[in-house]
């Protein structure tokens, strides 16, 4: 199947419980369909492996960053779509991250901080107001937002569905995925 795809990373940044990992695994879906070569990096299950023993200091957080970064460059030179979903907080680690790869698209995954702490999906928020968990991004550690991402999706206003294809459609314009009806 032609799926007229080129290699690029996109990289889902946000809060927790904002939505990255779920909004990725639909692109997944997506991507699948089309028969597009792709790999997923959640930040969740990288630290379990890849970095795992890093902590969430600056710098814990930024080896963090760097490492994942490292892989999702080898991956996207060969061609391969990387879904990196990983809250990496600062600004700074982000751009480290573009500039090291040609082939960069930053999806800032965007919800008010309220709404995830409503979601609490792992529960973690409850756990950081009552001091259990130390250093939690947007309870008791920073989130530097990106400033110019080249896809910003509003989950507390967009469905999944419309945060999916306004990534693909993204892709799509900026010539790293065939436009649908091409490759059909
Ligand atoms: P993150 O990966 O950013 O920590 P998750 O994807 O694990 O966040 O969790 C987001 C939660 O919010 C999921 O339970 C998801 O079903 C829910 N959710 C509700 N509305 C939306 C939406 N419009 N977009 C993305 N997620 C949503």
Not at 25 to 52: H, P, S, V, W, Y
Not at 120 to 137: N, P, S
């Amino acid at each position: 199947m032609a799926t007229g795809q080129r290699g690029v990373t996109v990289w889902f940044t946000g809060l927790s419980g904002s939505g990255k990992s779920t909004i990725a695994r639909a692109i997944e879906t997506k991507l699948r369909k089309r028969g597009c070569q792709f790999e997923m990096l959640d930040g969740d299950i990288i630290r379990t492996n890849l970095t795992k023993g890093l902590g969430f200091s600056k710098e814990d957080r930024d080896e963090n960053i760097r490492r994942i970064g490292f892989v999702s460059h080898l991956l996207t030179r060969n061609g391969v779509i990387v879904l990196v979903s990983a809250i990496s907080p600062y600004r700074a680690a982000r751009d480290e991250v573009r500039d090291r790869i040609d082939d960069f698209v930053e999806v800032f995954i965007d919800a008010p901080l309220d709404v995830c702490e409503e979601r609490d999906v792992k529960g973690l928020y409850k756990k950081a107001r009552t001091g259990e968990i130390k250093q939690f991004t947007g309870i008791s550690d920073p989130y530097e937002a990106p400033l110019n991402p080249e896809v910003h999706c509003r989950t507390d206003l967009q469905t999944v569905e419309e945060s999916a294809d306004q990534v693909i459609g993204q892709l799509e314009a900026l010539g790293y995925l065939a436009t649908a009806a091409a490759v059909a």
